[in-house]
């Protein structure tokens, strides 16, 4: 038995749950949240804003978004979220300009507004300072308050299993619907009580969401780019709620995660694009493990939005108290070497067991990259070259048109987008 370094109390699972004690074995010990240089984060902020994703590898996306629409039964699926999630985020949109609808107590309304996420059905729910220094760039006008209350929801356990499947794919679109109807509803509540409440809808990120995660104590940064909550790990969509109300702050939490990644690397081992890294480097002032986004994005585009790395996570399928108290016993990673944990099948190319990896041809992990305007520059440049340097009529019409797309795209980017906050 390893020797138990510290415990974590966390609410239990459920809105009327027992408390869960998590002990973290001394050897897992690291730090509070996640190793930082701060003043490297602030530099990097300041002289490298972040931008989202969905305006920086605009091309990629549209190219993948093609791809997966050649899917039948996944292009329906994604028209129909796109319909019904639009009220969600048009609505959320509007949230920092809706005054009180009553007065405020002066009292501190931390747990009224902690227990009245959970009785949502928020599996998690931490408060800390809103950190523009993770704010998007074309975001940094609309974030009014000063104190952000981080959530998860939980996504459904079975069809999370079945990962990459249409199944999960729906109920992937529906957690993000169901947990932004509900933020909503908690905005009204903390209008209710005198203040104001800013919905940062899960489908139209203001930011990258993660670092404040880990701030509020709701989980720790996984190897695979996830937040990893105690209960549920990765399998849970975050969004945030800004707000002026009269709390108190949560604090970051030493959950063994940091350091447990290194030892199990179970998503590392499994990912079908080598997307993951083995080893932590520092980047932007964390010190984390890199997704390589260039090797994720083919894989996410042809296999139904792949999420292998959610998948096969131990503390997703058992939850941290189970992980920890496991390895604690025999030094072990729960599941590990498991056809039932590491297992997975690709449609079209079968199942992959336990040390098994697909085989992709030449050309898979060429895709477009940069924003769209960059993406219509490059294409506009290999043509003429091609043309022995001559640039013609017919190429300068295909440039304007495809420039013209861009720029209508990039008026348009804030709308309707994917999370992209895992991708920090
Ligand atoms: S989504 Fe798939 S390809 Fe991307 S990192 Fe996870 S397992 Fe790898
Ligand atoms: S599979 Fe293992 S290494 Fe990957 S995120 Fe989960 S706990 Fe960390």
């Known amino acids: ?51 989202t994703m969905n305006i920086t590898e605009r091309a990629s996306r549209d190219w993948a978004n093609a791809l997966r629409d050649q899917h039948v039964e996944m292009r329906e699926i994604r028209k129909e979220h796109d319909k019904l999630n639009r009220s969600l985020i048009m609505a959320a949109r509007l949230t920092g300009d809706l005054e009180p609808t009553d007065e405020p107590t002066g009292e501190d309304v931390t747990e009224l507004i902690k227990t009245r996420a959970r009785d949502l059905g928020f599996v998690e729910v931490g408060i800390t300072n809103f950190d523009i220094r993770y704010i998007y760039q074309s975001k940094k006008d609309w974030v009014k308050f000063p104190h952000v209350i981080c959530m998860a929801y939980e996504q459904d356990f079975e069809p999370t299993q079945t990962i990459p499947s249409v199944d999960a794919e729906i109920v992937h679109s529906s957690t993000y619907r169901t947990e932004g109807a509900a933020s909503l509803e908690l905005g009204n509540y903390i209008r209710s009580l005198g203040y104001r409440a800013q ?50 702050y949560d604090q970051p939490v030493d959950y063994g995660i940091h350091a447990f990644c290194q030892v199990c690397q179970v998503c590392v081992n499994r990912c079908p694009g080598r997307a993951l890294m083995r080893d932590k480097i520092w980047w932007r002032g964390i010190e984390k493990n890199k997704l390589y986004f260039k090797r994720c994005r083919p894989v996410m585009a042809r296999y139904l939005g792949c999420g292998i790395c959610m998948k096969v996570c131990p503390i997703q399928k058992y939850g941290l108290k189970a992980t920890m108290d496991h390895y604690a016993a025999t030094g072990q990673v729960l599941g590990k070497g498991t056809h039932d944990l590491e297992g997975y099948e690709l449609e079209g190319k079968g199942y992959f067991g336990p040390g098994e990896l697909p085989i992709f041809e030449g050309g898979f992990f060429d895709m477009p990259h940069g924003d769209a305007g960059e993406w219509a520059f490059d294409q506009f440049k290999d043509k003429a070259r091609s043309q022995g340097g001559e640039v013609t009529d017919e190429l300068i019409e295909q440039f304007k048109a495809e420039m013209s797309r861009a720029m209508s795209l990039s008026e348009d980017n804030i709308a309707m987008m994917d999370q992209d906050s895992d991708y920090i």
């Not at 949240?33 to 490298?48: C, F, L, M």
């Not at 993660?210 to 209960?231: E, K």
Request: charged share 20%; with cysteine.
């Open 1 to 51: 038995m390893l020797k138990i370094g510290h415990e974590v109390v966390r609410p239990g699972k459920g809105a009327n749950d027992a408390p869960v004690t998590i002990g973290v074995p001394e050897e897992l010990e690291t730090v509070p949240g996640i190793p930082t240089n701060q003043r490297e984060v602030d530099w990097y902020a300041r002289e490298y804003p972040i931008e």
């Open 199 to 248: 919905v940062h809808s899960p489908n139209d990120n203001t930011g990258a969401y993660i670092p404040m995660m880990v701030a509020a104590g709701i989980g720790q940064l996984g190897a695979c780019g996830y937040l990893l909550t105690p209960h549920v790990g990765s399998r849970c969509r975050i969004m945030m709620i800004t707000t002026d109300a009269n709390v108190s």
